[in-house]
């Protein structure tokens, strides 16, 4: 197969978005519009990719997650205006995908649909079309009356006859790029609106005596745009549903896939159950066997096998094997929690590492430390790891056990088995075994409350 380019078109403001930031970075499930359309370019294999900015363009370039190059377009003068500006990536060789920065239901494997169609028919251009009940808006695919494409016309531009067709052009094509290059030599802004239409390449084309193709996608969905926020919450719908559906049949289970928010990036394991208005959230990594939720949020996490995380936020951190997480529980990023560990509800955790077989039941504290081994926290501990200028870490080693209403002030260790008692804030090292007390004496005043009330 020779070399394939994509180019993206994303200069557009998006006035009817009603918006503050331009149009192709607005996000579905955590990911801007613009990116979901480079991804289906790299998953069809196509690793160079020409963004054309415009509209607040330093913004859009920083919310862009990929590797791509970017040509500016300065006057927004059509579709064929912009690829215009991208002229200077074109490679004369091989083919060019031209593609919308808004357009985030695409697949790849549409794309690579669109590149052997074009290559198999040996054709100069193919546009993808779908058809709907309702074309106002869209462009026409008129053909012969053999079927064959005669040409693509514009909806302000089309007679009323070609109104009434309901095969629509998606804007999305497949060009040779040679044909592509000299094409955009001849293409003039000769229309009702004055601007260099993409689709007029394609009569330019024909008239050179170059082929064009056709290929129709049944899932019109694929070529839906995005031009205001009730079509952004949509697409959204339409998105979770796809990614939804293809984690149960790989084997994940979900309680009510409607109310399951999940990341395109999400990797998850046979037979964990995820329960409803639960978020899960960039490249998490779940295993086998867990229960998720209800009233989660992971983000950016690994979690391993049969972990069971309820009614808790975990962001940016590891969580091993057979360790419950929850309820209310907060996992805050750089956290490393080990094996069978039991996190409990109103526990946070902060860049920590946690030893297998720990239990941190209620109502604790735990930031900048490291953990050991089968440590047991009363309720009511906290790490007191930050003096008002900097942070310090405090290590607790295997088998130790924190007295409830504990503060460790860091740096501190506490050592291999030794106890605090409960109420005690501990300032210096607790060595192997020995027991913690930092605390004044009880002391009883007879009578005090009659003489004061």
């Known amino acids: 197969m020779s070399k394939v380019q994509a180019i993206i078109l994303a200069a557009g403001g998006g006035t009817r978005m009603k918006s503050n930031k331009p149009k ?64 200077d990536f074109l490679d004369v060789e091989g083919k060019t995908l ?19 169609h074009c290559e198999t028919t040996k054709s100069d251009v193919v546009v993808l079309s779908t058809r709907v009940e309702n074309p106002s808006g869209y462009g026409r695919i008129i053909r012969d009356e053999d079927g064959q494409f005669l040409k693509s016309v514009e909806h302000k531009d089309a007679s009323e006859q070609e109104k009434m067709v309901c095969e629509i052009n998606s804007g999305m094509y497949c060009f040779d790029s040679k044909a592509l290059k000299s094409a955009l030599s001849q293409l003039t802004n000769d229309n009702a609106q004055g601007e260099y239409y993409l689709p007029d390449t394609m009569k330019i084309i024909m008239d050179m005596g170059g082929k064009v193709e056709v290929l ?139 030893g297998d077989g720990t239990k941190v039941s209620h109502l604790t504290y735990i930031g900048d430390a490291d953990v050991g081994k089968n440590v047991n926290f009363g309720c009511g501990t906290v790490v007191v790891n930050y003096d008002g200028q900097k942070k310090y870490r405090t290590t607790i080693e295997d088998e130790a056990f924190i007295g409830c209403n504990t503060n460790l002030v860091s740096p501190v260790t506490v050592h291999h088995r030794a106890y605090t008692a409960a109420g005690s804030t501990i300032t210096h090292d607790v060595p192997e075994s020995a027991l913690g007390i930092a605390r004044t004496r009880q002391t009883n005043i007879e009578d005090w409350a009659k003489r004061n009330r």
């Open 24 to 87: 192709v970075i607005h996000e579905i499930l955590k990911k801007t519009l613009v990116d979901y359309v480079i991804e289906s370019a790299k998953e069809a294999s196509i690793e160079d990719v020409c963004v054309v900015v415009g509209h607040q363009s330093e913004v859009v370039e920083a919310a862009i997650s990929h590797e791509v190059v970017y040509a500016k377009q300065t006057e927004l003068l059509g579709t064929g205006h912009a690829v215009m500006m991208a002229e």
């Open 98 to 116: 031209v593609l919308f920065g808004d357009t985030p239901l695409i697949t790849s494997d549409t794309l690579k649909a669109m590149i052997e």
């Open 216 to 354: 129709v996608t049944e899932e019109s969905d694929e070529i839906l745009g995005i031009n205001t926020k009730v079509q952004l919450a949509e697409a959204g719908l339409i998105m979770q549903r796809r990614i939804n559906e293809r984690l149960m049949l790989e084997g994940v289970i979900m309680v009510h896939p409607d109310q399951c928010y999940i990341s395109k990036n999400a990797v998850i394991g046979l037979d964990t159950e995820i329960y409803p208005n639960t978020f899960i959230e960039g490249h998490t990594k779940i295993g086998e066997g867990c229960i998720i939720g209800p009233n989660t949020k992971i983000v950016d996490c690994e979690l391993g096998d049969r972990v069971h995380i309820e009614q808790s936020t975990a962001l940016m951190s590891k969580i091993s094997h057979d360790t419950t997480v929850g309820p209310y529980a907060y996992i805050r990023p750089n956290s490393n929690i080990g094996q069978n560990i039991k996190i409990g509800d109103f526990v946070e955790i902060k860049n920590a590492s946690i």
